[in-house]
Structure formats: structure tokens, C-alpha cells
């Protein structure tokens, strides 16, 4: 039965070719819808490729980020960070160590909202949990050590970053 309805539908549309291709009306509207298919499917294409383009650029990016925070993972001292964090909160004066652990500490959240902010501007990031981070960052930016720590270290971060935060901190100004 299948077979039978494909050869059917297969010889329906033999005939209206034969049909259409006899005059060249037919010919002419056949070439345009060709034509027309060909133009959609390349636009269609470039879409793809752009996509697949943008994909394999956060995937690199997110490769980079990754080594960049094992590299401040193995320079944290993570039980004093959890020390100097209470401290901070306490309001218990911190010794020398403890100052640069925290500082090494945002610089480590502040690589990690970079990255995020590069993947939010590739539209992969959705936006409700990009202005969550920017609620997040404007908290920190009153932080006498994140302060320290971007006095020292901004100009490590993506420059479209560093804008990012310029316009956070005229925000809460």
C-alpha cells in the first residue's frame, strides 16, 4: 500500500512537471521557486555557520576560564579565605595573610563574572540571571578588598568587563 501511494504521488508529480515544463510560463515559475529555495537555504546556512561560530568561541572561552581558575584554585588558601570571610563579616581585623588570600579570592569571583558576562553578551548567559550577578557585583563593589583587589588587578579582566563594572559602580553611585 505504501509503495503503491509513493509511486502514486511520484508519478503525480512527474506528470505536473511534464505538465508545467511544457510551457514556458511553467518553466519560468519553476526556476523562480528553485532559485527563491537555493537563496532561503543559503541564508539558512550562514545562520548555522554563525551560530556554530559563536558556540565554539564560548567553548573556548570557557576552556580558558577553566584553566584560569584551577590556576587561582591551587593559589587559595581556602580555609583561611572561610577564616577572613567571618572575620569580614564579624568585624575582626584581618593579619596580612588573610588580606591577600580574600583579594586573591575576588579576583577569582570577579574571573568567573567575566567569563559569565562574555557568554551573557553572546546571548548563551539568559539575562534575569546576568542582572542577578550585576545585583551580586554592585554589593561587592562596595568591599574594601574587591576594591584593593580592582585597584591592582582590572586591567587583567576583558575590557568590555571592565566597562561593564565602570557603569555598576557609576549605578550605585
Do not use: P
Not at 9 to 29: Q, V
Not at 62 to 85: F, G, P, R
Not at 145 to 167: D, G, I, P
Amino acid at each position: 500500500m505504501v509503495c503503491e501511494l509513493v509511486f502514486f504521488s511520484s508519478s503525480l508529480i512527474h506528470i505536473f512537471i511534464k505538465t508545467i515544463s511544457m510551457n514556458s510560463k511553467g518553466r519560468f515559475i519553476i526556476e523562480i521557486v528553485s532559485a527563491s529555495a537555493i537563496v532561503v537555504s543559503l541564508i539558512f546556512l550562514g545562520f548555522e555557520l554563525n551560530q556554530s561560530n559563536t558556540l565554539a568561541k564560548a567553548s573556548i572561552r570557557q576552556s580558558l576560564n577553566e584553566t584560569d581558575m584551577e590556576v587561582y584554585q591551587m593559589q587559595m588558601d581556602k580555609e583561611i579565605i572561610t577564616e577572613a570571610l567571618y572575620k569580614v563579616e564579624k568585624n575582626i581585623s584581618l593579619d596580612e595573610y588573610e588580606e591577600f588570600m580574600l583579594i586573591k579570592f575576588q579576583a577569582y569571583n570577579f574571573r568567573d563574572f567575566d567569563n559569565s558576562y562574555y557568554q551573557y553578551r553572546l546571548g548563551l548567559f539568559d539575562e534575569h540571571n546576568w542582572q542577578a550577578y550585576q545585583r551580586i557585583i554592585k554589593t561587592l563593589l562596595e568591599d574594601k578588598y574587591v576594591q584593593r583587589m580592582l585597584a591592582t588587578q582590572l586591567s587583567n579582566f576583558s575590557e568590555e568587563f571592565q566597562s561593564e563594572l565602570k557603569s555598576l559602580q557609576e549605578e550605585s553611585n
